[in-house]
């Protein structure tokens, strides 16, 4: 069956290609007429029942060959009429009998078709073609943006991605072949003219010239003859041009065309009830027929009755149930409408097209994928993210909540997009700041999309921005958002798979709070801790020891040394920043505990000189495209990153035992110190 169909369309084609020089027989013709007109129906009704456009790619190559197929007709119609005088009795039918056997009434009605064909629906279904054309391929590049957005976001799949990004380059070709196509429907009813022309002329001068038939019997034969061959071949040409305007000017949608023009007509009463009383009122025109204004008027007002009665019968639904009597309210659904959502996203009153998935919102959607991206990139799972309205909210604005308290905020002006770069000057909005980098920004018209685009600019939807923002505050707050029941269900997990590990770690050696401890401490410097056995692991040799959380976090990031310096190798290559023995001896010498951690005492000239020398240190090596790590021992470690964290909050602070798998270590700056006396100078050796 598959090579038949491989082979129906190739053979058909040669067939009519044989049909412009090889004379065919009357019966032959009449039943290749009958099957380019049902053929041509069938193509209309497909047209109409499709969804949307693409579910009938094909389309545009149809319509190259049924227009070859019927001018193959018109070609073996003439030969038999000019010879024979006769070409089937389907001709013969609509030249004598459809038209009454007059050619001038025939003439009239061929001449009619060719208008409603040519300069109506062609010319509008090639207009509307070329035009969703190019709006379709300058749309194309917004929307790949969109799709690479949701999928950033993890709203979809990499398969998802690559569906939709062919279905945009599908929709594009499909557009593009219509434009053409329509051209070849123009130019069909261009040579209908053409061919019927020469026909009358031909058939004249065969009749008169080469049979010496009287003028009147010559034209009585001929030219119905040909207006016959004309009407046979307009029928299916005007069929196939309605289903051409059909197809571009239909929109995607979840039903086929009739279902959408019934229920999008009879959705409303009241223009069916002033149609039809409009209808009914023109019975009052002296000597205008009653009984059709009335029944189609009567028609009208049942129908719009009908539809008064459903309506109504569904707006008593909430009637009845604003009249059921309000539950009781217990004391557990007053202790759940007072307890603190670990994460809440509050909206401004205009911003709730957002999430009202009516009207094509889809931040709940995104919000959703967002729990699996994180859960992906840090390995925990973060509590559901409550969103409401906030009326309190200033116009555009939204608000992320951390156990009921802000602590970020942003705006997203409707009708809008977010253009990122600074080559917005000349376009209008409203300048602003990308929330997650700070970068110069300007909120534009959505219609300015494509040319702020063009100019170079990264465009991003509103939906985005809003997820890009709230991915950012949870990565930052990951350690406060992991709770005691987290790490119990990530122990349980965990526990399936490597229940060794698990039963020699908790609770023999370590609660699951000062587990709790260790994970929050890893998150809070931007760790993943996807790697739960190999953390368990060096955590349950470390407790053997000792139970200070900076000693357990230090074991747990040896163990994901490898994972921790993989981000800031560049070429296989780590560009470190160390400090000179002596200044790490004296680090490890002002090294005190206190009830938030270690920290380093030292004097404060002495600590300012090394941040301000890191600092210039970390400057001068991203100049050079490079991204340093600081280095130093296991020991002083923890103490160094609350020393420089709040000044040089981009430089990683890493222990020596978490470089010893790397491949090449390059250094870029040594911090030395020395003391005489009183007196303290700073060196730096780069």
Known sequence: MKRI?????????????????????????????????????????????????????????VILVMTLFRLALNVSATRLVLLDGYAGKVIDTFGHFVVGGSLIVGMIIFVILLVIQFVVITNGAGRVAEVGARFTLDAMPGKQMAIDADLNSGLIDEEEARRRRAEVHAEADFYGAMDGASKFVKGDAIAAIVITLINLIGGFAVGVAQLGMPMGDAVETYSLLTVGDGLVSQIPALLLSVATGLIVTRSTADEDMGSDILKQIGRRRMPLQVAGGAAIALCLIPGLPKLPFLIAGGLMLVFSARLEKESAEDESLPELAAAAPAPAETPEQLVAEIQVDPLGLELSADMIDLVDASAGGDLLDRVKALRRKVAGDLGIVIPPVRTRDNLELPSATYAIRLFGVEVARGTAPSGTVLAIGDVLASMPGEATKEPVFGLDAKWIPAGLRHQAELSGATVVDRASVITTHLAEVVTQHAARLLGREDVRMLTDVLKGTHPVVVEELTPSQLSLGEVQRVLQGLLDEGIAVRDLARIYEALSLKAQATKEPEALIEAARTALGPAIVAPYAVGGTVHVISFEPLLEQKMLEALRMTEGGAVIALDADLGQHVVTELLRLTTEAENQDLRPVLVCSPQVRAGVRRMVQPTIERLPVLSYSELISTASVRSVGVVSASRSGADQTLAVTA
């Open 5 to 61: 169909t491989q082979l129906a369309v190739p053979v058909g084609i040669v067939f009519i290609v044989v049909m412009l020089v090889v004379p065919l027989p009357p019966m032959v013709l009449d039943l290749l007429i009958a099957l380019n007109i049902t053929g041509a129906l069938l193509i209309l009704l497909t047209a109409m029942f499709v969804n949307k456009p693409l579910e009938f790619a094909a389309f545009p190559a």
